[in-house]
């Protein structure tokens, strides 16, 4: 029996082959890349979870299929439209969008297209979960995020101080203390919300398929790449006023307001070096062969900071992972784990080291400069440079030599003695004319001296990684693709450009831009077999997904 996606694939490849020869009605070609982008996205793994979302047995009018709703929203994405209202417009009076979208077999049908509210209903049942008759007893989440929510930012943000000033009295740090809790609840599974289905969806309809295409690279040692960007919100950031003041001639109050974003508070763009009300989303990706492919995306209110959010993203995409067998022990049969995580100097803590070698990955993380960046010596090393290295006698810095994964030691050797090959065998060169003594200080010995010094004394000043080796730099110059795949959310798709106005709705598209990622990096693979020919490339989707 032929999947709904087959299915799908077979009637709009047939339309698209009758599309491509007309001449005074030929597609664009950003509707023909739509298209081609669609086609390789298989939903039918979402399926499941889509139709859990309403009743079995339907009362009145069937509603529309949940698959096709959610590739009508990647179809809107990837056309560039930024208001559900006017892509419902859009929708209904171009008939060949409906065929693309699912809705219909042809267009020369009338198909009945979704309205305005079927769209939204949509988002809020993916953020409600399993459908539930309705009670009195409980109310939806999609009800308590909607109307006006009385707030007083104030309030809240001294709140917020007054918690970090108790957390740093009773730990080192407030990412300390995170990292104890996610170490301690890192059995409990995720929670059942919008995240959730989210992940489940990006993973069995993205994620799963670039590893099975070999796009995210060598899936036993994976390297991540972690950022966070700001989303103002749409919301007024000045919110509408609870009591009468103004109208006594009281101009400046600290009275309650109503806000229409629940979530959104103040927090620091440091990109435009402003400040801005609304969200910031956080992602972890995976660059491998020019494609950037997001893993996991997280939201959070503009005030919390890349320290915390990145280690509750990675915490979460740890969960999901082990959710859908892909770590642990069912991951090493897999062939699944995650060897370093790169991050830049705006998570330059040390609860980041720890949560991350807790798990025995290398962190690759940029020293920030403003925390102090003169190590003292550690380990056998009786002096070391800014950067942590040990300095031998004669004053020149060391040469590393390796890591200790079980003992935590950075081992480093004598400068001028260097390893080679010769006729097969691994021999050690001595080159006294280079040191300023010109003279060996350990004749006895190949390497020596050697001296070696303790990440665990200091992570964040004697990472794992040294931050001078060929490693660590190749690594880093990779973190580039968070700004590519900020970029393409923010700019290319309009998340920027506050379309939204909760955190719901930017954490829905946020995961519709990051399946849209991955699925531009199939069809860029695949335009290389084929090149620019479009039939050609239908006729090979075609056969595949047949197959």
Not at 65 to 93: H, N
Not at 111 to 121: L, S, V
Not at 129 to 142: I, L, M, N, R
């Amino acid at each position: 029996m032929r999947t709904y996606h087959q299915q799908y694939v077979d009637c709009l490849c047939n339309n698209i082959t009758r599309w491509v020869r007309r001449k005074s009605r030929a597609l664009s070609e950003n509707h023909l890349s739509a298209v081609l982008t669609l086609l390789l996205i298989n939903l039918d793994p979402a399926r499941d979870l889509l139709e859990s979302l309403y009743a079995p047995s339907h009362r009145g009018r069937p509603p529309s299929d949940p698959v096709s709703m959610l590739r009508a929203l990647l179809l809107m994405t990837l056309l560039g439209f930024k208001s559900i209202s006017l892509w419902v417009d859009e929708l209904r009076s171009k008939p060949r969008l409906a065929v693309i979208a699912g809705f219909a077999k042809d267009s020369s049908q009338h198909a009945k297209t979704p309205g305005i509210g079927t769209f939204y209903d949509f988002i809020d049942r993916l953020e409600d979960g399993k459908y539930q008759k309705p009670c009195q007893h409980y109310v939806k989440p999609s009800k308590l995020r909607k109307g006006r929510h009385k707030r007083n930012i104030t309030t809240e943000k001294e709140i917020r101080q007054k918690e970090k000033e108790s957390d740093i009295a009773q730990y080192d740090s407030i990412t300390k203390k995170l990292k104890d809790e996610l170490n301690a609840n890192k059995e409990k599974p995720r929670p059942d919300d919008l995240l959730k289905r989210l992940e489940d969806i990006l993973i069995t309809c993205a994620i799963i398929p670039s590893a099975k295409r070999g796009m995210l690279g060598d899936t036993s040692k994976l390297n991540l790449c972690g950022d966070g960007s700001a989303l103002p919100s749409g919301a007024n950031p000045n919110g509408k006023p609870s009591c009468q003041c103004h109208k006594n001639g009281i101009y400046k109050c600290n009275h309650d307001r109503y806000y229409s974003d629940a979530t959104a508070n103040w927090g620091y763009d440091s990109y435009r070096d402003c400040y801005y009300f609304g969200h910031t989303y956080y992602q972890h990706i995976v660059n491998h062969n020019g494609h950037d492919l997001p893993l996991h995306v997280s939201i959070a209110p503009a005030s919390e900071t890349d320290y915390t959010q990145s280690m509750k993203d990675f915490d979460r995409l740890k969960k999901t992972l082990k959710e859908h067998g892909l770590s642990d022990a069912i991951a090493k049969a897999q062939n699944w784990d995650i060897s370093h995580v790169v991050y830049d100097a705006g998570h330059d803590s040390l609860g980041n080291y720890e949560y991350l070698m807790d798990d025995h990955i290398i962190p690759v993380i940029a020293l920030n400069p403003r925390k102090g960046t003169h190590p003292s010596p550690s380990g056998s090393a009786k002096k070391v440079n800014e950067d942590g290295v040990p300095v031998c006698k004669s004053g020149l810095l060391m040469r590393l030599c390796g890591y200790i994964k079980k003992k935590h030691r950075i081992v480093y050797n004598c400068p001028v003695k260097r390893p080679t090959h010769r006729n097969g065998q691994h021999l050690w060169n001595a080159f006294p004319d280079e040191c300023p003594h010109k003279v060996l200080c350990d004749t006895g010995t190949k390497m020596g001296p050697v001296v070696y010094v303790k990440s665990t004394d200091d992570p964040r000043l004697y990472p794992p990684l040294s931050r001078n080796s060929p490693k660590f730099h190749e690594l880093m110059d990779r973190r580039s693709c968070c700004e590519r795949s900020n970029s393409t959310k923010k700019v290319k798709y309009h998340l920027g450009e506050r379309p939204c106005r909760s955190d719901t709705h930017y954490l829905v598209r946020l995961y519709i831009v990051s399946i849209i990622e991955h699925a531009r990096a199939w069809l860029a693979e695949d335009r290389k077999l084929v090149g620019d020919d479009t039939l050609a490339m239908i006729k090979r989707i075609k056969a595949e997904k047949s197959g």
